[in-house]
Structures are given as C-alpha cells and as structure tokens.
C-alpha cells in the first residue's frame, strides 16, 4: 500500500505546550518560541554541542520567514515544535562524518567558492548503467577533475512516464533500476573519500500524482487533498489560467487537470503526472522538511532544489518568483542551518535575468536564501554572442543585473538536461537597440540551422503558439557545429566547433562560480537519436542531448588526432588553468570590461594573490585589441596567459585574438618563452617564369609587416603550392600575407590576409 511511505505518526503524534495562552498573548512570541525550543532540546547538548549555539543564531530567520506565511497563531507552536523535532531527528540519525564535515564547513562556509571546484552532471543510467556501475566510474571523474557531481533525480520516480525523473513518487527510496537507498548511501561515502561532492534533487514543487500522499487525496483523504491545489469546478482554475503561462505546451496544455474519480481539477503546471503541493498549507511545509531531512542524511553536500519559482500561487499574477516563494526557500534555508549546515541549497530558477538572481537572497537577504543558481542568464547570453558574433547584449544584460551577492555564487554552465531557453529581456535588448522578440527568434532559427550561415543542428523546443517563440535542444556539439563539420568530413568546420565550444567553455570556467559540465560533452557528444524509438521519450526532444555515455570513445582521448582527444585534452588544460588561477576564487573582485570592439567579452578579476584579464572573441574571424584600449595596469607587452600557460609578447600594442580565441592574462616581468615549434606554411599562388613568392607577417620572424623584411623565396616544388618551413616560437598566433616578386619588386599582395598558429598541422586558407 502507497501509504506505507511516509510516516503520518509525526503529525498525530500529541504535542504538549508549554507557553500559556496568556503569555503567547502578551509577550515576544519569537523569543518565548524559541527559548522554549532550546529548553526541550536541552538533554541533547552534551552530544550536539553545537545545537544550542546554531538554533540561538538561525532561529530568528526562520521565525521571520516561517511566520510570514503561516502567520504566529498560538496553534503554530505545535507545527514549529514538530518541525524542530523533525531537525532533532535528523541530527540523531546523521553520520558521524556528516556531523564533523557539518562543523568544518561551519567554519569555511565559502567552501564552494573556490577556484578548485568543478562541477559535473550525469543521468546514473545513461552514463554508467546503475549506482554501482558509477562507483566504478569514479576514476574517469578524477581524471576529468571533477569534484562537484549533480546526479540527475534518482528518487523513485512513477512508473511510465515521469520526466526525466521529476516525478518522484516516493522520496524515501532510489528509482529501483538504479539500485537500492544503501547503495546511494554508499555511492556517497565512496565520492566523499574520493573528494567529490555530491549534489543531488529535491523536487519540491510537485510529488507524482502516485506518491502517498496524493494517492489518499484521490481516495478522498480530505487531509491530502489539502496537500494540493484541488478545485471542484473550472471556476477558480480559470481566473488563475487567465494569468499563467505553459511550460509544456505541446504536451501537457494548461496548469490544471482533471480527475473524474475525486471530480476535482488538480493544480499541474508541468506534466498532468505531476501534482504541485500546496505550500500554503504548513502540514505541507513539515511534510516536504522531513523529506528534505532524510534526503540530506544520505550525505548529499547540496540539494538542487527544482523548479521553484513556481511554489507559491497567487491569483491574479502569473504564479511564477512570488515573494513568499522566497520566504518559504528563506525559512527552509534557516533550518537545515540548524541541522546541516555543510549543505547548500542550488536554486533551479530559469526565469528572467532580473528575477534568477534574487534567488541567491539580494536586498539585505544575501546568504539566506540559497548559495548556488543556475546563471541562465549568463548561458542563453553566450551562445546569443556566438551566433551574432557580437557581445554588446551579453556585455550589457550582465553589467545592468545586481551581482551575485559575497557569500554565493552562480553555476555556470553552456548547456543543461534542459532545453536553452532565451532568457533575454526586452529592456536589455532595448539597451542596445534591439527587439528583444526578433533576438530571441534570430537564437531559435540560428541553432535550429534555419539560417544561412548556421552551423547548428538544434531542434525547436516548445514553441509559443502566439508569439512563435521557441526554446532549443542539442548537445554543445552538435549547437556549436561539430556535428554538421563531422557529417560533412569538413577539417576547418571540426576545428572552428573546437574552438567554439573551447571559447563557451573559457567563459564558465573563468566568470565566478561553479562551472558546470554535461558529461559528454567534454569528449563533444553529438545528438542521440535513440530516443525517437522510445515510446516514453518520443515526444520529448530534450532527450536528444542526453545521450548515453559513448564509452569507446571516451577511449579515444588518448589518441593523438581525433577528436575527442583535442576535445579532452582542452578540457584538462581547462580545469588545471582554473585550479592554478587564484583571481577565480569567488572572493575575488571582477568588473566587465567595456572594449570597443563587438566581438569582444572582457572582464577582469582582482584576488589579494593575482590580477587576472579574460579575454574573448567571439568572432570567426581574428581580432586585434590595442593594449591602448585596456584599463592602465594591463598596458603592457609581456603577459603570462594562464590558459597556456606561456609567456606571450605582444609587440605593436596589441594583443592578437585567433578566431574564437581567448587568453587568461596576468602581468608578468618574465621573458617570453623561447622554445620553438617547426611550422610549415604554404599557399598556393599562380606566377609567371621569374617570378617568386614571399611571406609577410605580423611577427618579427616575418618581417613585421615590412615588406623590405618578407621572408623567401618560398619553395615552388609542388608548383602552385608554394611551401616554406620555419621555426617559431611556440604556440604562437599569427597572421601573414603573400607577396609576389619580379626583379625584386613586389608586383601583388595576396587579396587576402591569412592566419595560422605555429606547430598547426592545418594552414588557413
Ligand atoms: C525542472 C527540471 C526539468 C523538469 C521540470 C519539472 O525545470 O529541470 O527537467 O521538467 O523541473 O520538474
């Protein structure tokens, strides 16, 4: 029986009071609250010494928060109490080693923001076939250089459909392909010992319409069916449907569903399968709380809360970033500081730029609400900048939202399980004379490949039937071209998806927070087309970029000349440069950095170790950014690039850019590194008897541009190709132009300038 799954004794269970009526009248109900509370859990000091001091510290937050919904009535004593008593039995039943990593992080609450986190996210089926399987996975992890893993849901979901997961039906067991709750337990314990932490789902806007709880609302359970939003005719629904918006518009139409069995309409913003809870109701609240605590006593280190700008309803607004959504994530934030305070809370609020970021608590309320959210901003931004080729909209959305506040930090990401949503604003659009309609079309025709010049292979995802609007799906690979060049066996268009999605990936990496990777991306997963033979998956095409592991060739990373291992090794130099680059500890001060040049995103970071300039560009075609453009401190010649790890000299004052190139600068008095690569170029021009052809270019090793220094005769033995080989000096960008002589005098210059990196196998043109 459903109802077996969770334990209604703690709600029936008799709660004694201590406060009188009279007291509760006249006094401060707050402090009465809580000294009450620290005098009944007085016994367990001695064993939770800490207890005492965290209630005394978080208690008033909670009280704020907690009070402000369910108000201060005399009768709330008992929910506080049993809600207490629900944190005294968490604290009972959790691990030592949670206990004492609880105490550390107490002590280093910034834990998370530093440069040495990286973070990863995989679906335990599809990646490694169930929780035991992943145990063994762990050293590709380590190998990677991750050490912040979000498990995609894994609570025993409905059986059938159920979103991806989203559709738990019982919170207190794992999904029974997966394995069992002591393998999860284990798992943790295990990626604990390996310094991996562990991120994982609490889906707390709705339960599956399975659940027990909704089970016995559908029996007519008055009790549960108060636990949802039920209506007993379209009255209500519809004054509320006036206001709403679809989020799954193909399939599942509207926000309300109807049960012929109970005769009611059921909130469901999502899937029909999936009944929103009503926060409204604290039994409700104590209910999810007590869940949330068995949850994080697995040894979970912070828990992906979903979906939750759309837990509380209010008629009359579109029932999405209600202020008491806020205070309900503000109140729960307080407890589990009481109870654990080593987990974060990552908020899953993909809504518009203004609003994300007031899940990390702005406007007096930093670090009491969550410590993590996703920056959508931030990703549907870059990958605008990318197919415009331009950053103004980027550069301006960014530097018009409030930061995140000091005590948290974004999780940056290129793409997610989810489809890319346009989060850009009319208004910031406006800001830099855009429609913010027209960008927001312009992104779903590029990276559906409706446009000319797209490279992309993306899919519409939910399309507004008014406004045409439409979201997007597709792995990173197959978004930024590596698919298209693959299929096409077109070596330029492989290496330009390279540098692509190395260039996406330069930015999360380096903007502060938590960066965060889809596995398989880093070995550049295309598209899986599996999914369209898969009843249970068919309709929803953001299965299309959750493809299962491809094992062979994450082999193929270690053989020289594929591409997973350009891929992969990128990767690694990625993760090394981010962990040796102080300036990207969250601590560190940043500011954009305004260029004149549309292709370029610049922002500097400042920590008390290094000062570090990131630059970007996003164009396909190379870039020239006079040192005389940049702030005072970084007008200089020699610069440590910290991606490469080299010294580079930029002569002429300016710091060349390759197409989608980006450099991680910090000032150096070191030399440029002298070690050489043997470089061969060659081009191919048509000459007449006595004529010959030479090199210019942009290096002194060319000339420097003066054509009195070009450098030849090339050799014309594979006539017309003309060929030279040189050594230069490592890892250097450059670019070049032919010169055909008679008689000494140059008589043509190439129409074209040409670009090329030393040691390249491949030459440009
Ligand atoms: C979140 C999840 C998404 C799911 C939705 C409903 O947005 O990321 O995959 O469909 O919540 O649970």
Redesign the pocket.
């Known amino acids: 029986m459903a109802l077996k799954t969770w334990n209604p004794r703690s709600v029936s269970q008799y709660i004694p009071l201590n406060i009188s009526r009279k007291e509760w009248k006249r006094g401060d109900r707050r402090e009465l609250m809580k000294r009450d509370l620290m005098e009944r859990y007085k016994p367990h000091y001695r064993r939770h010494p800490y207890l005492k001091k965290r209630i005394e510290k978080n208690f008033d937050d909670f009280w704020r928060f907690y009070t402000s919904i369910y108000g201060d009535g005399y009768e709330q004593q008992r929910w506080i109490i049993r809600i207490f008593n629900s944190i005294l039995q968490g604290l009972l039943d959790r691990k030592k080693d949670m206990l004492q990593l609880d105490q550390e992080r107490e002590k280093n609450q910034l834990w998370f923001q530093s440069e040495e986190i990286v973070g990863g996210v995989l679906y335990v089926d599809l990646f490694a076939g169930d929780l035991k399987k992943l145990r063994e996975k762990i050293p590709y992890l380590k190998e990677l250089g991750i050490n912040f893993l979000h498990l995609m849901p894994l609570l025993r979901p409905r059986d059938g459909l159920n ?2 997961g ?1 559709a738990v039906q019982n919170y207190r067991d794992v999904d029974r392909r997966l394995g069992t709750y002591d393998d999860l337990r284990k798992l943790s314990r295990v990626l604990h010992n390996e310094g991996i932490n562990l991120v994982l789902d609490f ?1 707390m806007n ?1 339960t599956a319409k399975e659940h027990g709880w909704a089970q016995a609302a559908m029996s007519g359970h008055t009790r549960y069916q108060r636990f949802y939003h039920m209506f007993d005719d379209r009255t209500i629904p519809d004054m509320y449907e006036n206001h709403l918006i679809e989020v799954f518009p193909d399939f599942a139409p509207g926000n309300f569903s109807y049960y012929p069995q109970i005769d009611k309409w059921v909130w469901t913003t ?1 899937y029909e399968f ?1 009944w929103d809870l009503n926060y409204a109701n604290p039994d409700v609240f104590h209910a999810m709380f007590d869940e949330m605590v068995h949850l994080v006593n697995t040894g979970t280190d912070c828990l992906r809360l ?2 939750v700008p759309y837990l509380w309803k209010k008629l009359g607004t579109h029932c999405q970033n209600q202020e008491e959504a806020h205070h309900l994530l503000r109140a729960y934030r307080a407890l589990l500081k009481i109870l654990s305070p080593g987990v974060l809370f990552m908020a ?1 609020a ?1 809504v518009a730029p203004q609003e994300i970021v007031r899940y990390l608590g702005v406007d007096g309320f930093e670090g009491k609400e969550c410590d993590l959210a996703y920056n959508a901003t931030l990703m549907s931004h870059l990958w605008h900048a990318l197919a415009s080729e331009n950053t103004h909209l980027i550069r301006t959305s960014l530097s018009k939202l409030p930061r995140a506040p000091r005590n948290t930090s974004w999780v940056n990401y290129i793409r997610c ?2 489809d890319i949503g346009w989060g850009i604003s009319d208004e910031f659009a406006a800001d830099v004379h855009q429609n913010g309609h027209h960008t927001r079309m312009f992104c779903t025709d590029f990276y559906t490949g409706k446009l000319a010049n797209s490279y992309a292979e993306g899919y519409a995802f939910q399309r507004d039937y008014y406004s045409g609007e439409a979201r997007v799906s597709g792995t990173t690979a197959s978004l930024a071209g590596l698919q298209k060049a693959m299929v096409e066996a077109e070596d330029l268009g492989i290496d330009d998806s390279i540098r692509r999605i190395m260039l996406l990936k330069n930015v999360i990496f380096s903007w502060k927070g938590i960066p965060l990777i889809y596995l398989g991306d880093e070995i550049g997963q295309t598209n899986d087309y599996t999914y369209l033979s898969n009843p249970l998956k068919l309709r929803d095409n953001r299965w299309v970029h959750r493809p299962r592991m491809l094992w062979d060739k994450v082999d193929l990373r270690d053989m020289p000349g594929t591409i997973e291992h350009r891929l992969f090794s990128e990767f690694r130099k990625m993760v090394d440069a981010r962990k040796r680059t102080p300036a990207i500890h969250g601590a560190s001060k940043d500011r954009l950095v305004i260029l004149d040049i549309d292709s370029i995103f610049c922002f500097e970071r400042c920590s008390k170790h290094q000062d570090t300039l990131f630059l970007s560009n996003f164009s396909r075609e190379p870039v020239h950014v006079p040192t005389g453009m940049l702030p005072e401190k970084w007008q200089k010649r020699h610069f440590r690039d910290l991606y490469s790890d080299r010294v580079l000299d930029f002569s002429f004052n300016e710091i060349v850019l390759e197409p989608y190139g980006f450099y991680w600068l910090t000032g150096t008095k070191e030399k440029p590194s002298i070690e050489a690569e043997n470089t061969i170029i060659d081009v191919i021009v048509e000459t007449e008897f006595g004529e010959n052809v030479y090199l210019v270019g942009n290096i002194p090793e060319l000339g420097s541009w003066n054509p009195d220094k070009a450098i030849g005769p090339l050799d014309p033995s594979s006539y017309p190709s003309w060929e030279i080989h040189m050594k230069l000096p490592a890892n250097t960008y450059f670019e070049f132009q032919w010169v055909k002589k008679r008689n000494g005098q140059i008589i043509e210059w190439s129409p074209d300038k040409y670009w090329m990196k030393s040691g390249d196998e491949i030459s440009y043109y």
């Open positions: 979103d991806g989203y889906v709705h999502f999936q979903d979906a899953e993909i399980h989810d």
